[in-house]
């Protein structure tokens, strides 16, 4: 396997309901990519700050008639929610909308990770997009690691 992209860097709740693009390169004959992506941390420790966040959605959702609404603790731990979608150069290939905040996804004509299309890899420009639809950490390490191989 050859690492074709690899970056590391940070998301803050600035990032939150945005979907961030990262275009990579694939330049030689690959049967298949590999995708590694991680995040950290996954959920919010502070209780006390959730209750607040948890407080402000209610009212939010609800209005100021939301009632005594006494369980919020089932929304806890709250967490960070974090995925993926790819395109080639020339098709959206899928997304893994999943919760996990450590995933390895595997894409080729001959078999694709569930949520992404079976193709052959192009040569050009790919695109595998941050879809963050949760950020309520201060901030989240991110890191994400693609590798082309032959089978």
């Known amino acids: 396997m050859k690492v074709i992209f690899e970056k590391n860097f940070i998301l803050t709740p ?4 945005t979907n961030v693009p990262l275009d990579f390169y694939v ?3 690959f049967s298949k ?4 992506y991680a995040y950290s941390p996954k959920n ?20 100021e008639n939301h009632g005594d609404y006494t369980s919020r603790e089932e929304y806890l731990p709250l967490k960070n929610h974090i995925t993926i979608s790819l395109d080639s150069p020339s098709a959206y290939i899928g997304a893994a ?21 079976k193709t052959k890899i192009e040569k050009g420009k790919w695109t595998l997009t941050l879809n963050v639809h ?16 032959r089978e």
């Open 97 to 117: 909308h999943r919760h996990s905040n450590n995933q390895h996804h595997i894409i080729s004509e001959e078999f694709s990770s569930v949520g992404f299309e």
């Open 33 to 36: 990519l590999e995708i590694h």
């Open 14 to 17: 600035e990032n939150e309901k």
């Open 27 to 29: 330049e030689d004959d």
């Open 134 to 149: 949760a950020l309520i950490t201060e901030k989240a390490d991110f890191s994400v690691k693609i590798e082309g191989g």
């Open 44 to 63: 919010m420790d502070d209780i006390e700050r959730s209750m607040v966040l948890i407080d402000e959605n209610i009212r939010r959702d609800a209005g």
